[in-house]
């Protein structure tokens, strides 16, 4: 069974503040996601990353950056979080290989007063 | 880029009836499409795929239909259950080498009455 996991679970954040949010997978893959979720919106893509050092712009990603430093760490990280980027993140990782699949995190809500 | 329409945004079936869930996308090129099921308070989890060389995928009570030419493809849930109530999510990726990434329909919130 893939393996991703997330720190914090839930983050409470004031305005202007500098957020990191952690994922680690022990799958071995080499793509990495951030996603957000808010309600009517679905899942949209922040930031992804094709393996250690690489990291590209997904669909959303102003007010976001991101990190890979490893195989199996991906952080985002909000410089001045705002109380738009309120909202619970995933972060899924997938095989570069045949199967398409992206296996997520159990998510971290983040609350930004 | 890509987009993708979902649509109903809510449905509700009877048990044992069936649930249909459509999308659209814009991409010709798009050529793998998963379907994700979430639960609340987990994350998503992906129940059953197809590659665009496919029309037709069926796995025990799930249903998948794509339609290359009119850029559709769905979802049949046959003889729901209540367990079958949650969040589902369609999504269309574009898949190059090392370039691909998954966008998401906006989800259609499905309750099996009994």
């Known amino acids: 069974e893939a393996a991703v996991t997330q720190s914090p679970r839930n983050k409470v954040a004031v305005t202007g503040g500098k957020v990191t949010l952690s994922c680690n997978q022990t799958n071995n893959h080499n793509n990495m996601y951030w996603y957000r979720q808010d309600t009517g919106h679905g899942l949209r893509l922040i930031h992804y990353?094709?393996?250690?050092?690489?990291?590209e712009k997904g669909d959303i990603p102003d007010g976001y950056k991101a990190s890979r430093p490893s195989q199996e760490n991906f952080s985002l990280i909000l410089e001045l979080a705002t109380p738009s980027q309120t909202s619970v993140y995933f972060c899924?990782?997938?095989?570069?290989?045949?199967?398409?699949?992206?296996?997520f995190g159990p998510g971290t809500r983040l609350t930004v007063l | 880029g890509e987009q993708v329409e979902q649509l109903p945004s809510i449905l509700r079936v009877q048990e044992r009836s069936s649930a249909s869930i459509n999308c659209t996308y814009e991409n010709s090129a798009s050529n793998y499409f998963p379907w994700y099921k979430q639960e609340p308070g987990e994350n998503p989890k992906l129940i059953i795929d197809i590659r665009s060389n496919m029309e037709r995928k069926q796995i025990q009570g799930l249903i998948v239909l794509l339609d290359k030419k009119a850029k559709r493809f769905s979802l049949h849930i046959t003889d729901t259950q209540p367990a079958d109530s949650a969040m589902y999510f369609c999504a269309a990726s574009h898949s190059g080498g090392s370039n691909y990434k998954l966008t998401f329909g906006k989800g259609t919130l499905l309750t099996v009455t009994p």
């Open positions: 990353s094709y393996g250690a050092g690489s990291t």
């Open positions: 899924a990782s997938g095989d570069r290989g045949h199967s398409y699949e992206q296996y």
